[in-house]
């Protein structure tokens, strides 16, 4: 019985294999009747000599390039800004601005452990997608990244615990004394865009508008006076915060990007674009469930699962 299955199954995924060439070259007609001169050009040549097979050139790469690029490179901008803030904690040159680094470090402390925990991933999970098939198997080493990044999320403090920590302790030390310093910082990028570009303006505009969400969803969650009921969506919090956070990392790489000229610049302003396009309107959803109070996941019963 074993050895019939066995047999099944490697014959079924032969013939899948025999189909790759018929959707590769299928493919490779359809790019050429309807893709771009640049597309023709990228995917359908290699397609036609044998180094690309069946479907990996027509699962939106650039989108999912652009995906990683701006996880990756927000990821790393966000943590090398939290070093500069150690430093500065005891460097900078007056009391105040030491004592501002301390606070915003207290208070993006977990969102520099998780987000580059949860998304790097994603971008991980999303190089396995863009190879097809040969991401899933081990031709390539994307699927031992995505392995191995998988332990982030766990090891450097679980997803779970850093909204707590950011919901119930850092936005709320000090009288929010942290909070202010960030929305103070975000405040300060808005208005150096506000002097540029009509894109960069738009961008300014739209963390602005979620900036301000942040603000008014925390002091509602804590207006109940039931710290269990603020705390029972602290993941939604930390996630919606991380948007907004990254979007400011990206507006400031854009600033710092603006009237310069080449590839690096023009890559920057590009994963920027796609930021404010696709990730940060993600935000909103996440502060509509927080705003509403919602307290459906405290009142599970075990015996549902
Ligand atoms: C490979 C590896 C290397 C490690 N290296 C180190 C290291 O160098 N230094 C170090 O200090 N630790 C290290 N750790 C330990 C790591 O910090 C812990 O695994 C982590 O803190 C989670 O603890 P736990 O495994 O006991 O999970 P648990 O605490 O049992 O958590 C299980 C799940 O429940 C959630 N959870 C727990 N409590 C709550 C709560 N109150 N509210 C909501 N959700 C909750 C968690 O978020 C998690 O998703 C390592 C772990 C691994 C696997």
């Given at each position: 019985m074993i050895s019939r299955a066995?047999?099944?199954?490697?014959?079924?995924?032969?013939?899948?294999?025999?189909?790759?060439?018929?959707?590769?070259?299928?493919?490779?007609h359809l790019l050429a009747r309807y893709g771009t001169p640049q597309q023709i050009d990228r995917w359908v040549r290699p397609?036609?000599?044998?180094?690309y097979f069946g479907t990996m050139c027509l699962s939106e790469p650039e989108r999912m390039l652009m995906a990683q690029k701006s996880y990756a490179e927000g990821g790393l901008a966000l943590g090398l800004y939290a070093a500069r803030l150690l430093d500065e904690v005891t460097t900078a040159e007056d009391e105040t601005e030491r004592e501002n680094s301390r606070l915003l470090l207290e208070v993006l402390t977990p969102?520099?452990?998780?987000?580059?925990?949860?998304?790097c991933l994603e971008a991980n999970s999303l190089a396995i997608q863009v190879h097809g098939g040969y991401g899933y198997t081990r031709d390539f080493n994307v699927e031992q990244l995505y392995r191995d990044n998988r332990l982030n999320a766990i090891h450097e403090g679980t997803h779970t615990i850093h909204?707590?920590?950011?919901?119930?302790?850092?936005?709320?030390?000090?009288?929010?004394?942290?909070?202010?310093v960030l929305l103070n910082a975000i405040t300060a990028a808005i208005t150096r865009?506000?002097?540029?570009?009509?894109?960069?303006?738009?961008?300014?505009?739209?963390?602005?508008?979620?900036?301000?969400?942040?603000?008014?969803?925390?002091d509602r969650l804590w207006s109940t006076g039931e710290p269990e009921a603020?705390?029972?969506?602290?993941?939604?919090?930390?996630?919606?915060?991380?948007?907004?956070?990254?979007?400011?990392?990206?507006?400031?790489?854009?600033?710092?990007?603006?009237?310069?000229?080449?590839?690096?610049?023009d890559g920057k302003r590009a994963a920027a674009r796609y930021f404010f396009s696709y990730e940060l309107p993600k935000n909103a959803a996440q502060f509509d469930l927080l705003a509403s109070l919602d307290r459906s996941m405290l009142k599970l019963s075990e015996s549902w699962f």
């Open positions: 066995a047999f099944a199954c490697l014959q079924a995924a032969n013939v899948s294999t025999f189909a790759y060439a018929g959707l590769t070259i299928a493919n490779a397609m036609l000599e044998g180094r969102v520099v452990k998780s987000r580059p925990s949860q998304w909204g707590l920590d950011l919901l119930g302790r850092k936005v709320t030390m000090d009288s929010g004394a942290g909070l202010r865009a506000g002097r540029c570009s009509e894109e960069l303006r738009a961008w300014g505009s739209a963390l602005r508008d979620s900036a301000g969400r942040v603000a008014a969803v925390t603020a705390l029972a969506n602290s993941t939604a919090y930390l996630e919606g915060v991380g948007h907004v956070v990254l979007a400011w990392i990206w507006l400031e790489q854009a600033l710092a990007a603006e009237g310069k000229t080449g590839d690096f610049y």
